[in-house]
């Protein structure tokens, strides 16, 4: 069958990136929408997977070259533009990390971003991913990773069928067992990863790849034309339809995803362009409308343009709630714009698809462009902001004045439970000191293992992210929420290392949380019984980075919030000092990081943390005195 245009194929293609720009607008009038990228995944397998079967078909081997030409033509033109327009814009928007966004460019210029993404967000202090304005390319990364390896294994494929039959390439077709067998592997992984660390099932190649293949299977293996009654195609595929459209309200980020769940996005736009080789369809017809069409057309670029206009208009208009619909209006005009001048130009140019070398030297030199911009960022984007008159400071050695635990992993990711020595203070000392609790408690490690060497003790640093030292359900936010199943594991197992260890002291400490106060309790009764110990006060919550206030703030006396507006009522300890277990002593240093009771982002010479609510290691050495001091009263004896 040689492949014909497909109006609803196109109209199905603008449902999708309708559905997924008005849940990045609308988060809760879509809360499913983000599924339009699974069906863009569909709709991509299904096609390139056709294109290559006709080559195959027509009595000629796969040309490669010419595939990834296409590709070439068609993907990055349009993307290269899109990440030098945002280079450009991040040198006008004043709260900016220059250097973190070229980065980001960096990575999405050579389409690895999803692995950045995978590596970044098992980084507990990862930036705020709605800050990221090329956050997006994760899915053209995971696209572009597919097209390059799925035309090579059909060519196998084909290659040993023809082999094994003693056949021409014309006559070859594909077995279908290994299509199914790679399809399984990638599901079963993917619907693993999905509950065993969901930030990287949402982003991984292996995890998605399945999602294409659904497509592939359908122009390899599904006949041509539905032959079923005209009846029962018409209600079928009406239900899938209504599967589709119902699965961009149902979903949402509490749901694991890409696991069981996206079967119900991916199966039934499967079967919407299986059964829309037959374009009398109610759903076909329905989908090849002007308006789907038209987005349709201009899909590609609306996707690459919304997201950058989302974020920047964040940004500059944090308070105007009509700054989603506008950046959605400019964005589109953006799209129509590149489609029309960059993408159909370049795309059906007829010189460009002649010289399959000429095309390679294009995708080289807008590659090399798009990179060098997020080089140029990463390298000379503004950086300093001021911390006193006439003083200056690097903002990325600020956000990288960080406690050594953080270079050592002994703050422990998401996904860890094993637990790494991490023994500080004097090494082979009798007396042990343990830190214990979430990455709040990573605050106090500067200046304990200070006070610990003084007093000729041994620290033992017990720390994972998001890990409150609280007894409940906690749920972990990591691309959706789901019962936190590692921090109860390694909660466990510290506390019972604790108990055999019997320390002298143990100081405790979490960010603020919801979970009940007696779970809370429970945890602090049974560290009372093993050694005194300290349970100290959360630190306060700045109301944005400190970076970013420096940067926007002419001067950084600006850059200064009442601690009383800062400290929640769920701050750790939450049980009343009152109701503290026997041998368990609250420790509240705000008025030392605040004083006079107001936050100031620079105290002294020192940034005071490294985000909003982490401690910069230059700032917490300062308050080394404060622990020698309680290490002296509270811890026990040498015996």
């Known amino acids: 069958m040689t492949r014909e245009f497909r109006p609803d194929i196109e109209g199905l293609r603008g449902l999708a990136v309708l559905a997924v720009v008005l849940f990045h607008a609308f988060p809760r009038l879509l809360p499913g929408g983000f599924a339009g990228v699974d069906v863009f995944f569909v709709i991509s397998g299904f096609l390139i997977t056709s294109l290559l079967r006709d080559e195959a078909a027509s009595g000629v081997h796969i040309d490669f070259l010419a595939f990834w030409g296409r ?23 004043p709260g900016r990390d220059t250097r973190e966004l070229g980065r980001q460019i960096i990575a999405a210029s050579l389409f690895y971003f999803n692995w950045r993404q995978i590596r970044t967000n098992a980084d507990y202090l990862a930036d705020d991913q709605r800050e990221n304005p090329v956050l997006h390319f994760w899915s053209l990364a995971v696209e572009e990773q597919f097209y390059i390896v799925w035309p090579l294994l059909l060519g196998a494929f084909l290659w040993l069928s023809a082999r094994r039959h003693a056949a021409r390439s014309r006559d070859a077709i594909v077995p279908i ?43 390899l293996f599904a006949a041509p034309r539905p032959s079923s009654p005209a009846a029962v195609r018409q209600s079928a595929s009406i239900a899938a339809a209504l599967v589709l459209l119902g699965s961009f309200v149902v979903l949402s980020a509490s749901v694991a995803y890409p696991g069981i769940a996206a079967l119900l996005p991916v199966c039934a736009a499967a079967y919407i362009i299986w059964a829309g ?16 069409r038209a987005l349709g057309r201009i899909s590609y670029s609306w996707y690459l343009w919304h997201w950058p206009f989302l974020v ?35 795309r059906h140019g007829a010189w460009l698809a002649r010289n399959a070398w000429a095309t390679f030297a294009l995708g080289a030199a807008l590659v090399s462009t798009a990179f060098a911009a997020g080089l140029a960022l990463k390298s000379f984007g503004p950086d300093e902001v001021a911390i006193a008159p006439g003083v200056t400071a690097s903002a990325e050695a600020i956000a990288r004045d960080r406690p050594r635990i953080y270079a050592d992993d002994c703050m422990l990711g998401f996904d860890e439970i094993e637990q790494p020595p991490c023994s500080y203070g004097q090494k082979d000392a009798a007396r042990t000191i343990v830190l214990f609790g979430d990455s709040h408690a990573g605050n106090w490690f500067v200046p304990l293992d ?20 609280v007894e409940g359900i906690i749920m972990v936010k990591d691309d959706g929420f789901r019962p936190y199943r590692e921090c109860t594991d390694w909660r466990e197992n510290v506390l019972k290392e604790i108990e055999e260890l019997k320390p002298a002291l143990i100081v405790i400490s979490g960010a603020r949380h919801n979970l009940a106060p007696a779970g809370e309790r429970r945890i602090l009764e049974r560290l009372a019984n093993i050694a005194p110990t300290l349970a100290m006060r959360d630190t306060p919550w700045l109301p944005q980075k400190t970076t970013t206030c420096l940067k926007q703030a002419k ?16 701050a750790y300890p939450r049980t009343p000092a009152a ?30 943390m490294f985000d909003n609510n982490h401690l910069t290691a230059s700032f917490s050495r300062t308050l080394a005195r404060d622990f020698t001091s309680l290490i002296e009263r509270h811890a026990k004896p040498a015996p």
């Open 71 to 93: 590709r070439i033509r068609r993907i990055l033109p349009a993307a290269c533009l899109v990440l030098i327009a945002i280079a450009l814009a991040a040198l006008f928007l």
């Open 177 to 219: 067992w290994p299509v199914v067998m790679l399809w399984t592997a990638s599901f079963g992984y993917g619907a693993y990863l999905s509950y065993a660390s969901p930030a990287a099932a949402f982003f991984d190649t292996g995890a998605r790849a399945w999602q294409l293949l659904t497509g592939a299977i359908v122009a």
């Open 277 to 292: 080789a037959d374009p009398r369809g109610f759903v076909s017809q329905a989908l090849a409308n002007p308006l789907l």
């Open 312 to 346: 920047i208009g964040r940004e500059l208009f944090p308070h105007t709630s009509l700054a989603p619909f506008y950046a959605l209006l400019l964005s589109l005009a953006a799209a129509v714009l590149t489609t029309r001048f960059i993408e159909d130009p370049i």
């Open 450 to 469: 200070a006070a610990a060497s003084a007093a000729g003790m041994r620290l033992l640093v017990r720390i994972k992210a998001s890990c409150r030292p």
């Open 555 to 570: 001067s950084p006396e600006l850059c200064r919030w009442p601690l009383a507006k800062l400290m929640d009522p769920s």
């Open 579 to 608: 109701m503290l277990p026997a041998g368990v002593r609250l420790v509240d240093l705000n008025t030392r990081i605040c004083p006079r009771s107001v936050c100031n982002a620079v105290v002294g010479p020192n940034v005071i």
